[in-house]
């Protein structure tokens, strides 16, 4: 059997988005031990660095060994106790997943439902906060990347302090993409990944927990039915100042490309970084619409580095994806849920955000649609887009 040697793909999906040669370098350093004196202060550095693109002080900040959802996991179940009563507000997949997290964690959770594409709705979490005053925590998702919807974290948190509520936010696509201020906020529990906006491959789950939430979990009856995910314990490993206690072997390797990731982020700096996401966004906005395509949502509410494309009567969706890739090497993600064959899904994550990542997609779909006979303009499709450039 011979190496397995991947295809060179463009990646403009949901995520993983395209990782740059300077995190894969990275991530092909010498493995250490993990207690290691060095492999200690590249922990304390990723935690610095972390603080930073989360905007936040707070001391427990770092990422957990796993994907996203091992971070969605890790805020349910160390926040929730059996019994308490949760605020779940679903505009999404991923929202959808958050109450299933509350129930297994032996919670009792109050679903308020928006409408696909369209943000967290503020006046409806008010209500289900009055009609339930024993909520002790409220969660949503900032970015979903379900239906490529922005939700305005600040004041949704706002909100659930106003109640004596917590608020748990899920940070996976949002973190770098769009402007998040933890502390500006005041977010008590927030978790990321690492193959959305952060350009890393997947693996990671950075989160970061507040006073707050820390009093929560000190205060808890009942001992957090995870032992993995267990803060109590896993800060064992990733704080303290001189003794680190063995807790889990960390993904050494990876740990080296996201610290890579970071510190190009950092080098950029975050509000470039936020400013890019959206200028890409117009202009592939502006290329779909010269040929007739339309971005679901609503204005002010749209994610740039997350576009959900109406798919065109007549044009079969999986030939269409399955040409970008034959043809362009070029993935871009299949609607979820309630999209499934009706939407495509553009992702402009990191270093997926470019100008030219927006113009290949421009040309491969519109020619991708040409030969399924749905003429399309591709010329104007990127003069458009190179207009945006030239504003
Ligand atoms: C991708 C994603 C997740 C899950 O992350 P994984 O790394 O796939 O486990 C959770 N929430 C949102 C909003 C996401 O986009």
Redesign the pocket.
């Known amino acids: 059997m011979p190496s397995f040697n991947p295809p060179l793909r463009t990646l403009m999906g949901?995520?993983p988005s395209d990782v740059h040669p300077r995190v894969l370098a990275a991530m092909a350093r010498p493995t250490i031990g993990h207690l290691d004196p060095a492999f200690v202060g590249l922990m304390d550095d990723i935690k610095a660095l972390l603080r930073q693109a989360f905007k936040t002080r707070n001391e427990v900040t770092f990422p957990i060994s796993g994907?996203?959802?091992?971070g969605?996991e890790a805020c349910f179940v160390n926040l929730v106790e059996p019994g308490d009563t949760v605020i779940v507000c679903r505009n999404g997949v991923?929202g959808g997943?958050m109450k299933e997290n509350v129930e297994r964690a032996g919670g009792v959770a109050i679903v308020v439902d928006d409408p696909w594409t369209r943000a967290v709705d503020p006046q409806r979490l008010e209500d289900a906060l009055e009609t339930n005053p024993q909520a002790r925590l409220v969660a949503f998702?900032m970015?979903?990347?379900s239906t490529g919807a922005l939700s305005d974290a600040s004041t949704l948190v706002q909100i659930a302090h106003r109640h004596g509520a917590l608020a748990i936010v899920?940070a996976?696509?949002a973190l770098g993409g769009v402007p998040l201020d933890v502390d500006g906020w005041d977010i008590d529990a927030i978790y990321s990944?690492t193959?959305?906006c952060l350009s890393c491959p997947?693996g990671l789950?950075p989160v970061s927990f507040g006073a707050r939430a820390l009093d929560k979990l000190r205060a808890r009856k009942t001992p957090v039915q995870s032992w993995f995910l267990d803060l109590n314990l896993v800060l064992g490993y990733w704080s303290g100042a001189a003794r680190r206690s063995y807790h889990h072997t960390a993904p050494i390797n990876a740990l080296y490309g996201l610290h890579e990731a970071l510190l190009m982020l950092h080098e950029e700096g975050l509000e470039a970084a936020w400013a890019r996401h959206a200028l890409h966004h117009r202009a592939l906005r502006a290329g779909l619409e010269a040929m007739d395509l339309r971005l679901a949502g609503a204005d002010g509410e749209r994610l740039p580095q997350l576009n959900v494309v109406g798919i065109p009567d007549g044009v079969d969706d999986a030939r269409v994806r399955q040409t970008l890739l034959d043809d362009y090497d070029l993935e871009i993600g299949a609607g979820l849920g309630e999209f499934a064959g009706k939407a495509w899904r553009i992702g402009l994550m990191g270093q997926s955000a470019s100008r030219r990542h927006v113009l290949a997609c421009l040309t491969a779909l519109g020619s991708a649609m040409a030969a399924q006979g749905r003429p399309s303009d591709c010329g104007a499709a990127l003069a458009a887009a190179q207009k945006v450039y030239a504003a």
């Not at 994907?67 to 091992?70: F, K, M, T």
Request: aromatic share 4%.
């Open positions: 949901p995520g994907p996203g959802s091992v969605m991923f997943r998702v970015a979903e990347t899920d996976v696509t990944g193959q959305k997947p789950s």
